[in-house]
């Protein structure tokens, strides 16, 4: 527990919150850094952040401490958060994506100042893995789109199209091959490939050779 008191966090306060946070954490979670409420006066029930790996928490205190209320946020759904520091410590707010900002005031100045830190190092974490993925994704699906496009190219020849013709030079002229001798050729390429299996192909060869 040492390990978060390292800004005059209240001990009592601070493995009680960590007593609950424990039974809520998920695999692979854990508390990043706890700041906890200090009021002028005597604060007997504060509130407090948590800032785990995968989400801020915020623990509301209410019916005098009895029950409490857990106001959590993934880190994918946070949009930013800030902090304000006022004559008696400092006001913290998260801005969710969606829905209202929560904000939690007489937080301590070093304390506030450690989770604004904590927050952003957690939201460029996520917001490159959310880039990778995305990433990823594009790559996969451009690779997807490439086989489409070279199945397309090969296979659905324009029946307009010109058979190609050698150019000029001093050595007699081959005779140009005919239509369906390059879509055969076309559709060879493209099993020799591995883009089609051996029944497509011998499918779209049969297709072929009857329009002779």
Known sequence: MEQYL???QDPKTTEKILGKLRDMLT??????????????????????IAITNKRIIFCIP??????TN???FPWED???VSFKEEFFGS???????????VTIDYIPKVQARKLYQFSNEQLEKNKRFSQTQENDDRRTHSGNSNASDDYTSYVEIDEEEKPFIQPQSNFPAEEPED???LKLKKLKTLFEKQLITSEEYERKKADILSQL
């Open 62 to 67: 209410e019916n005098l401490g009895l029950t």
């Open 91 to 101: 006001k913290f707010i998260t801005v969710p994506q969606r829905g209202e900002n």
């Open 179 to 181: 239509e369906v001798t």
């Open 6 to 8: 390292t800004d005059d």
């Open 27 to 48: 695999s692979g979670e854990v508390v990043v850094y706890i700041a906890i409420q200090k009021k002028p006066a005597v604060t007997l029930i504060p509130d407090c």
């Open 78 to 80: 946070v949009k930013e």
């Open 70 to 72: 857990f106001i959590t």
